[in-house]
């Protein structure tokens, strides 16, 4: 297709290579991020992943070899051979990743396909070659993860995929190619190299992970340019930290965000979700977000509300704000067609919804039966539904949740012809379907910036890579089933290394009926998950944390109480991950990679880097093997040492989920509260488990944009052990004025007989495993023998 390289130009970051037939392009990023590009489409990038990208600049030289072209930059050495064939090696020359230089060949499929369709089973055909394709050698130990929100396990070797935002509420299974997300990224773990790739090109994309033929992996598209990123770094951290480099990083959200949350489809009317909110209060559960589901709306019409069942929405937001509860309003994309609705009779006068192809509004059914479809493709219409939040900010909505933005429709899918404004180009809807829900969701962050000049939450069910920077997102329309109670903890591992680390799932499973065994095991998984929200569907059995019995409510409080007392951890995570793009939510391999045993562990993750959770995911199981890494681990139940690089059995009945903390950790916590901000907090926990350790403790006004403008504080803990314990307190920065006045220490040990702060005694306490005492919240160090 390329034929052979006939010159090359060299100017700023850009190698420009041309061949007997077309041009490539190499582009260096960053010493580690490299772009191949060929314009198949558009001249030059048309991202809507990757926004003000900064270019960074560094040396890098070009040279022409007898058969190649050689880039080398600090960290990578890109070889570019005739037919734009294009390989990496890392500066000491071995080999990461290369082009196959065969064509594809697929498996043999025996049989004849159409006998067993009549009984009504899908059958996969063989796929042809792709317009845009890229194929790439197999060396025999690659593990691939990442790639958004697909079923399956954590590592997606051996399976294929397709990017194609989808809506298909039937039981999300192993087979399923695709489901609402499009993260065309992938992060490739050889034995002793990492790297990752981005295909940035959001019309339908195809990842064959090594299914078709072992001896190579390929990803492809039949539209747009060929234009993706290889990533390189010293560790799977690094290759996430250059991924959302490109695609942007998670802001830090609003602390209440990260309080649990209930929903239903639907609370209504008013009374209902007052009495949610009451039993929430009455039965000692702590709950910061209740969601309301499309029913508050007048005959599902955005931005209106019932006023039958919710005759005075703002009163009643108000009450619930005065008890501690945010409420956020689903907002779907699909405006009503009727005549008299203003939504719909502004956007009709101003040509913001998607036409056909003889330019006609395109119609087509969703809730609130016909319906069109803003065109977020354009910047007018993101800006005119910006403005439309304000109509639910005005009325004291908290958050807004956009859903069936993929778009769903429910008069057969829209067709390809459909056409949007994609910026001033024009483009249809293949081009524009996997970044609606994208578009979307930064029309709604927009809206909510501006209209309360506070960090937006926004929960999206379609995205495209890059949705981060907007919006958190939830996995869609799972089913109370253990195998997705299962499924939850790779589905989120692999959303977390896809750049998405503010992520959940509807605990207690959407559709089907919950169980209380069920649900008490979910919550575990939950609590640790930054969104964290229960949610069902209508017509099922209801699952809020009171619906099942006595031990099922105990259950719930405990774990929940859990996640409010770890509250200011989870909030470091997500403030650490504007700097490093880490998730909260992280398979093992993440930190592990050297240890081959994490690979493939699906039913164990970790908070952060310190806490290991080995939740039951299986119905009847009292008890579970767990893998901890190389180490020592802390149980955090009985504080029981463990020496790790092993499996261990460990019984867990139904109200313990296995969790354990790593030697050297510190650990800040809050005292248990009804909902964020319900208690000033002057005293801060520190957990501490002595051994070798630093962390740093963040803290700001946990909502709006001060911290920004250097509004925040830094509490900076050093641990060393020797001769004792010694903990070194540092305020390295100190600008905001709600800081601590004492510091509670929790010492992980029993075996202590003398603590000096500034060298004064400090009297202590000795609690069954651990020592307590409190220390002024200042700079010092503190002595523990
Ligand atoms: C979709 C959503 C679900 C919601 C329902 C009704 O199925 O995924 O969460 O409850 O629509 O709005």
Redesign the pocket.
């Known amino acids: 297709m390329f034929g052979k390289i006939i010159s090359y130009e060299h100017h700023d970051n850009k190698v420009r290579i041309n061949f007997e037939h077309r041009v490539g392009k190499i582009e260096v990023i960053t010493p580690n991020i490299v772009n191949v590009f060929s314009s198949f489409k558009y001249q030059d990038h048309f991202s809507r992943a990757i926004e003000d990208l900064e270019i960074v600049k560094c040396n890098f030289t070009v040279d022409k070899k007898d058969k190649y072209i050689e880039v080398i930059t600090d960290e990578l050495i890109v070889k570019i051979y005739d037919e734009f064939k294009v390989d990496f090696y890392n500066k000491s020359l071995e080999i990461l990743c290369e082009d196959y230089r065969g064509e594809r060949d697929s498996f043999i499929r025996r049989g004849c396909g159409s006998i067993a369709e009549e009984e009504g089973h899908k059958v996969e055909k063989n796929t042809d070659n792709h317009k845009i394709q890229v194929i790439k050698k197999i060396y025999g130990d690659e593990k691939f993860y990442g790639l958004g929100d697909k079923t399956g396990h954590l590592n997606k070797r051996g399976y294929n995929y397709e990017m194609w935002n989808t809506d298909d ?1 039937s039981p999300h299974v192993e087979s399923y190619k695709s489901l609402y997300k499009s993260i065309p990224f992938f992060i490739t773990l050889r034995e002793k190299y990492t790297f990752g790739i981005f295909l940035d090109n959001n019309f339908k994309t195809y990842f064959d992970m090594g299914k078709e033929n072992s001896n190579y992996y390929y990803f492809g598209s039949d539209d747009g340019n060929l234009d993706y990123y290889f990533i390189t770094g010293i560790d799977m951290a690094e290759v996430v930290n250059g991924y959302t480099y490109l695609t942007g990083k998670t802001p830090l959200p609003q602390k209440w965000t990260l309080g649990y949350q209930q929903c239903r ?1 639907s609370y209504t009317p008013e009374s209902r979700i007052r009495e949610v909110a009451n039993n929430f209060r009455n039965k000692d559960i702590p709950c910061d977000v209740l969601h309301l ?2 029913d508050y709306m007048d005959a599902f019409k955005v931005f209106t509300w019932d006023k039958e069942k919710f005759p005075e929405p703002t009163k009643l937001l108000k009450d619930l704000k005065d008890n501690g509860f945010k409420v956020v309003t ?1 907002i779907d994309p699909g405006v009503k067609k009727e005549s008299g609705y203003d939504i719909y009779e502004e956007g009709l006068k101003n040509n913001y919804f998607a036409v056909d192809k003889d330019g006609i509004t395109y119609v087509n059914k969703v809730w609130p039966g016909d319906s069109v479809f803003p065109d977020f493709s354009d910047s007018k219409v993101r800006a005119w539904w910006a403005e439309n939040q304000k109509i639910m900010v005005d009325t004291g909505v908290s958050g807004i949740w956009n ?2 933005n993929e778009p769903a429709s429910f008069n057969g899918p829209l067709p390809d012809d459909v056409q949007f404004r994609n910026e001033g180009r024009g483009g249809d809807h293949t081009e524009i379907h996997n970044v609606y829900g994208h578009l979307m969701s930064k029309a709604t962050f927009e809206g909510l910036k501006k209209h309360t000049n506070k960090r937006p939450f926004v929960i999206t ?1 379609a995205c495209y890579a890059g949705s981060q920077k907007y919006s958190t997102v939830w996995t ?2 799972n089913q109370s089933f253990w195998e997705h109670l299962r499924m939850s903890i790779p589905m989120l591992c692999n959303l977390g290394l896809s750049g998405i680390s503010f992520a959940g799932v509807d605990v207690g499973g ?1 559709s089907f009926d919950c169980t209380p065994e069920l649900l008490s095991r979910w919550v575990q998984v939950g609590c640790f998950s930054p969104l964290f929200r229960n ?1 069902s ?1 209508m017509l099922t059995r209801d699952q809020e944390p009171w619906a099942f019995d006595e031990e099922t409510l105990n259950i719930n409080r405990k774990y929940i109480k859990l996640r409010y007392k770890l509250l200011p951890y989870l909030y470091d995570l997500l403030w650490q991950g504007e700097t490093t793009g880490l998730p909260v939510m992280r398979p093992l391999v993440l930190h592990y990679s050297d240890d081959d045993k994490v690979h493939e562990i699906n039913d164990e993750f970790l908070v952060g880097k310190n806490i290991l959770v080995a939740p039951v995911v299986e119905q009847g199981k009292r008890s579970r093997a767990i893998y901890l890494p190389k180490g020592k681990w802390i149980d955090y139940w009985t504080k029981e040492e463990l020496e790790g690089g092993r499996t261990i059995l460990k019984e867990a009945p139904l109200d313990l989920c296995p969790i354990y903390i790593k030697v050297g950790s510190i650990i800040p916590n809050y005292p248990v509260q009804n909902y964020v901000g319900e208690k000033e907090i002057e005293e801060l926990t520190i957990d501490i488990y002595p051994g070798n350790g630093h962390y740093t403790h963040y803290l700001d006004d946990g909502e709006s944009f001060n911290y920004k403008s250097g509004k925040y504080n830094l509490y900076d803990f050093t641990m060393k052990e020797g001769n004792g314990v010694t903990l070194e307190i540092k305020t390295p920065h100190l600008e905001y004025e709600k800081g601590y006045s004492t510091f509670r220490i929790l010492i992980n040990s029993t075996e202590i007989k003398d603590v000096k702060f500034n060298g004064k005694d400090i009297a202590y306490e000795t609690k069954k495993h651990v020592v307590e005492f409190s220390i002024k919240a200042e700079e010092g160090i503190l002595v523990i023998k």
């Open positions: 509420p489809w589901d499309i689903i859903d069936m069910r869609g329309d959407f949610h569907s």
